[in-house]
C-alpha cells in the first residue's frame, strides 16, 4: 500500500466519522500542537480545545439529523514524513429544530506528520471565500 | 541553511512582491498544477488564471496606496521535497476612491514541492472565517 493510501483511508475514516456523530474519533487524529483554521471564529484554534471532543460533541448535537458528507477533488501529496491534501467538501444537515437541511460546499487543506510511525493531523484548514461586491457575506451558495 | 530558512525566504520575498505591487514576482512561485483557495469566489482557482500575472495587476491597481502586509505565527514544517506552513496575515491599503486604509488579517496555508531542486508553490489556501451569528457575514474584524 502506498504512502498515499494511507492518508486516504485517514481521511476517510475521520469522514465516516463524521457521519457517525462520533466526536471522539475526530479529534483522535489530531497533534497536540494541532492548528486549525475553521468555518467559525475566531481566527485559530489550538490545544486544549481543538483536542476536547467535548466541543465537536456540541457541534454536533446542533443537528437533527446525521451529517451527510462528500468530498471531491481531493489531491494527495506525500513525502518523507509529511503531507498535505486538499478538496472542495459538502456537508448537509438539518439544524435543530428546522424542517429542511442546508448544504454547504467549503475549501479543506489538511497538513499531516508522521510521528512514531503513525500518520497525524497538525494542521486543517476549512473556509468558505466571501463575496466582494461590498456585501462581505459568506459565499455560501457556491458549488464545485 | 536549513531547509526551512529558504522556505522562510521564499515567503518573504514572496512578502516583498507583494508590498512592491509585483505581480510578475507574486505568480513566479507558482507550479502550473497548483490549486489556490483565495479569498475571493470561485471556490478553487487553478491555471492558467492563477499564473496570469494580469489578474494579480488589476487587484493590485484597485488599491490608491501599497499594500502593508504583515506576518504573524508562521509555523514551517519540512521534509523531503515537502513543505507546509501557516500563519496569520495582516494586509492594510487604501482602496481606489477612498480616503481610509482598510485592515484585513486573515489565515493563510502554503504548500510547497521541491521540483528541480527549487522550492516552489503547490497550493495556497487563503481565509476568514464567518459569524454563525445567522448574519453569515465574513468576520473582517479578528485580530489575532
Known sequence: MSESDDIRELLERRAAALRAGDAERLVADYLPDVVAFTLAPPLAHTAPEVLDPEAKRAWLASFDSAVDFEVRDLRISVDGDLAFCHSLNRMSAVPRGRQEPFTLWYRSTVC??????????????????????????AALDLTP
Open 112 to 137: 499531516l506528520r508522521r510521528v512514531d510511525g503513525v500518520w497525524r493531523v497538525a494542521h486543517e484548514h476549512d473556509s468558505t471565500p466571501f463575496h466582494m461586491d461590498g456585501s462581505f457575506s
